[in-house]
């Protein structure tokens, strides 16, 4: 079992441009969460989605970004226009039901 | 809304134990976590407590919850140089779909 998988490991953008964050979540888990670690602070919740279902998404910033979890493929997070404040480390967790949390190595990304 | 604190930094010399401490603010807590994460790393999950509980011990890890004052704290016994990392301590509440609150982390240095 590989664990859950992101990629890239590191997204460098221009501002102005859209960054994608991809997830696969570990075999048989269908609850995906994305998180924010901004530099020197805590993760912060960002969205919890099942297949083709976004169940909670309180943490997300109202414009720019969105999630999804396909009935097939990974779960992506997008930014789109990003600004420099986007620049973090962006975790992704799964689990098989409402608990029990696996995290990603995460995806840094910087924008200059 | 629901907050996690810690200390920042805490050193220890390689033998001794280490306790790191986390306060929490939100009363309908179900269960507190800790998370280990090393530089570049995601984050691993050490141990968890249920809030009925007062004590957690496994291994050279022990957990302590005194939910009356909301403090938590994870102590490790006969620290290594390898456990040098960020703890993170994290609390999620029954009404939250399994949204994690993480606090800023502690980093520990284990000196020679």
């Known amino acids: 079992n590989a664990g859950v998988m992101q990629n890239p490991r590191h997204l460098v953008r221009r501002r102005g441009q859209e960054a994608r964050l991809r997830c696969s979540p570990m075999?048989?888990?269908?609850?995906v969460y994305w998180y924010r670690q901004l530099p020197e602070e805590g993760l912060k919740f960002m969205v919890y989605?099942?297949?083709?279902?976004?169940?909670?998404e309180s943490g997300m910033p109202k414009e720019r970004f969105s999630a999804e979890f396909p009935k097939e493929g990974p779960s992506i997070l997008r930014i789109q226009q990003v600004v420099r404040g986007d620049s973090a480390a962006y975790f992704c967790?799964?689990?098989?039901?409402?608990?029990?949390?696996?995290f990603g190595s995460g995806t840094r990304l910087t924008v200059v | 809304g629901e907050d996690v604190e810690q200390s920042l930094f805490l050193s220890v010399r390689e033998g001794d134990s280490s306790v790191i401490n986390c306060t929490y603010t939100?009363?309908?807590?179900?269960?507190l976590y800790w998370y280990k994460q090393e530089p570049g790393a995601g984050l691993q999950l050490l141990t968890y407590?249920?809030?009925?509980?007062d004590m957690k011990q496994d291994q050279r890890l022990t957990v302590l919850l005194n939910k009356k004052d909301k403090h938590l704290s994870l102590r490790i016994a006969d620290t290594q140089t390898g456990d040098s990392a960020i703890y993170f301590c994290?609390?999620?509440?029954?009404?939250?779909?399994?949204?994690?609150?993480f606090g800023s982390g502690t980093q520990l240095t284990v000196l020679p």
């Open positions: 075999k048989g888990h269908s609850h």
């Open positions: 994290a609390e999620s509440s029954s009404g939250s779909a399994r949204q994690l609150t």
């Open positions: 939100d009363s309908s807590s179900t269960y």
């Open positions: 407590i249920f809030s009925n509980m």
């Open positions: 967790a799964s689990s098989p039901y409402e608990d029990g949390y696996t």
């Open positions: 989605l099942q297949k083709e279902n976004i169940i909670d």
